[in-house]
């Protein structure tokens, strides 16, 4: 399925989850992608991402439902370990940058969002090795633990990007593109840039797109306002009403641009 295809439907079945009160049967989560052909490894693999995100998932076995999320490093050897690029080996650095502008609410959810994970213990660095190789042979369990990793990157990342949309938002948004990234696959090599690369991407385009929203929403506003002023104009030295036709014709605009506008303002 297309990498964005799953991020949006992921993102949906989040929403819906949300609206009932952050819980959600399993069996729906399975009908909302029944389509898409998902494997049982990764079906499990988005109800855990639902559980990640502080959904209840009900309908599970007995034990299941209130399953934590924990990162845990099982001690297994891991001759393949070598093989993956030496970041990899290390733990993933949230890089605390000077944020962006934030307003008062976010400014006090990134302090909290800090405060949180820096009373996590810190995997090391052979842990890390060892998970990331785990991931990469789709193990069960390691893409949970290490969308967990990387968690305090998504924040931070989402930090420093500027815009209007609450950080927790973002957040969110993030979470999904790492999310996605990792159901995708890990490169062989280059694995700490390929996931801060899809968490970046992932906001920036939410960003872009509420950026090309609010730049729609600006120029209906200025467009309703000019036809406004052009009314005026036409009409204040006479009560003559004139049809949407002749609007357009005067104003050599589209007839249903105007409709649309006059719709807007409650005029007929």
Request: negative net charge; hydrophobic residues 35%; contains cysteine.
């Given at each position: 399925m297309n990498q964005e295809i799953f991020q949006q439907k992921l993102k949906d079945l989040v929403t819906l989850a949300n609206q009932n009160h952050k819980q959600l049967h399993q069996q729906v989560a399975r009908q909302f992608?029944?389509?898409?052909?998902?494997?049982?490894?990764?079906?499990?693999?988005?109800?855990?991402?639902?559980?990640?995100?502080?959904?209840?998932?009900?309908?599970?076995p007995e034990g299941d439902e209130a399953k934590p999320a924990s990162l845990t490093f099982a001690p297994k050897a891991d001759s393949d370990s070598s093989s993956h690029s030496e970041e990899a080996a290390q733990t993933p650095s949230p890089s605390q940058e000077t944020p962006a502008a934030l307003s008062p609410e976010d400014a006090q959810a990134l302090e909290e969002?800090?405060?949180?994970?820096?009373?996590?213990?810190?995997?090391?660095?052979?842990?890390?090795?060892?998970?990331?190789?785990?991931?990469?042979a789709r193990e069960g369990g390691a893409l949970q633990q290490l969308a967990e990793l990387y968690l305090p990157v998504v924040v931070e990342l989402c930090a420093q990007l500027p815009g209007d949309i609450p950080l927790q938002d973002k957040v969110q948004e993030g979470s999904l593109g790492l999310w996605a990234a990792l159901e995708a696959g890990l490169p062989a090599s280059g694995q700490d840039q390929y996931l801060r690369e899809a968490i970046s991407?992932?906001?920036?385009?939410?960003?872009?797109e509420e950026s090309q929203q609010k730049l729609?929403?600006?120029?209906?506003?200025?467009?309703?306002?000019?036809?406004?002023?052009?009314?005026?104009?036409?009409?204040?030295d006479s009560e003559?009403?004139?049809?949407?036709?002749?609007?357009?014709?005067?104003?050599?605009?589209?007839?249903?641009?105007?409709?649309?506008?006059?719709?807007?303002?409650?005029?007929?």
């Amino acid at each position: 399925m297309n990498q964005e295809i799953f991020q949006q439907k992921l993102k949906d079945l989040v929403t819906l989850a949300n609206q009932n009160h952050k819980q959600l049967h399993q069996q729906v989560a399975r009908q909302f992608f029944q389509e898409d052909g998902l494997s049982d490894q990764q079906l499990s693999l988005v109800l855990e991402y639902l559980r990640s995100q502080g959904i209840r998932v009900t309908g599970m076995p007995e034990g299941d439902e209130a399953k934590p999320a924990s990162l845990t490093f099982a001690p297994k050897a891991d001759s393949d370990s070598s093989s993956h690029s030496e970041e990899a080996a290390q733990t993933p650095s949230p890089s605390q940058e000077t944020p962006a502008a934030l307003s008062p609410e976010d400014a006090q959810a990134l302090e909290e969002y800090r405060a949180h994970f820096s009373s996590q213990p810190q995997p090391s660095p052979e842990e890390v090795s060892r998970l990331f190789a785990a991931a990469s042979a789709r193990e069960g369990g390691a893409l949970q633990q290490l969308a967990e990793l990387y968690l305090p990157v998504v924040v931070e990342l989402c930090a420093q990007l500027p815009g209007d949309i609450p950080l927790q938002d973002k957040v969110q948004e993030g979470s999904l593109g790492l999310w996605a990234a990792l159901e995708a696959g890990l490169p062989a090599s280059g694995q700490d840039q390929y996931l801060r690369e899809a968490i970046s991407r992932s906001v920036s385009r939410l960003l872009q797109e509420e950026s090309q929203q609010k730049l729609q929403d600006n120029y209906l506003v200025e467009r309703v306002r000019s036809l406004e002023a052009k009314v005026r104009e036409l009409t204040e030295d006479s009560e003559v009403k004139f049809s949407v036709e002749e609007l357009s014709a005067f104003l050599d605009m589209e007839v249903e641009e105007i409709q649309a506008i006059l719709k807007l303002t409650g005029e007929d």
